[in-house]
């Protein structure tokens, strides 16, 4: 297993459009976490799952987004009618079900909406 | 609400000096604390985690120091080299049983001189 698969990388996108992230964890992890990191700032929580529940959301998460993990595998973050203050790093995360269990950090998806 | 602070911002040092990075919380009911590094452009990598009922932990030239009383942890690297340029991240976990994400700080933008 590579670690945390993030896909894409990059994306540009017009204000309005909808976007797709998708995060793939590592396999044996059952709980996976999205966050949001602007420009030099700390990364901020956004949800969290463990397998396939949706067990938390910040109310940094609006209307507008919304995260599925359906088989308790990848995880996918869509943004709908995006606004350019979307524009952040989305870093997803995975880690084992122990308390003491470390997050382990995916590259990130860029997101920025001209 | 927790807090995390991070001071300085950033720092630049020659190569082969001794530092130490500042991190402080507001509410001292942690789970544990983790430091993490940043590459530009890129996702996190988790250097220590130290539990709450532990004092410091070391990984070769690191060694992070936890003080849960009055809120603060440090990490201090020894003969800095400019592979350490990168962006240091702390962070704190709430207690179990309660929401498992984590709090970070803006981090410390560290350059080292060659």
């Known amino acids: 297993d590579t670690g945390v698969s993030q896909d894409p990388r990059h994306k540009i996108t017009k204000r309005g459009q909808n976007v797709t992230f998708r995060c793939d964890p590592i396999?044996?992890?059952?709980?996976l976490y999205w966050y949001r990191q602007t420009l030099g700032q700390g990364p901020e929580f956004l949800t969290y799952f463990q397998n396939e529940a949706q067990l938390e959301k910040s109310r940094l998460l609006s209307d507008r987004f919304s995260a599925e993990r359906p088989k308790g595998s990848f995880s996918t973050l869509e943004i709908q009618r995006t606004e350019q203050g979307d524009s952040a790093m989305y870093l997803c995360?995975?880690?084992?079900?122990?308390?003491?269990?470390?997050?382990?950090f995916g590259a990130g998806s860029r997101l920025t909406v001209l | 609400k927790q807090e995390v602070t991070q001071i300085p911002a950033a720092l630049s040092v020659p190569e082969g000096e001794n530092l130490v990075l500042n991190c402080s919380f507001t509410d001292s009911a942690i789970y544990n604390l983790q430091w993490f590094r940043q590459d530009p452009g890129k996702g996190l990598t988790s250097l220590l985690l130290i539990q709450s009922s532990q004092r410091e932990q070391t990984s070769g030239r690191l060694n992070a120091s936890l003080d849960k009383s009055s809120g603060r942890s440090t990490l201090y690297i020894a003969a800095s080299q400019p592979g350490d340029s990168a962006t240091y991240l702390c962070?704190?976990?709430?207690?179990?049983?309660?929401?498992?994400?984590?709090?970070f700080g803006s981090g410390t933008q560290l350059t080292v001189l060659p």
């Open positions: 995360a995975s880690s084992l079900g122990t308390e003491d269990s470390v997050l382990t």
């Open positions: 962070a704190v976990r709430r207690p179990s049983g309660s929401a498992r994400q984590l709090t």
């Open positions: 396999s044996e992890h059952n709980r």
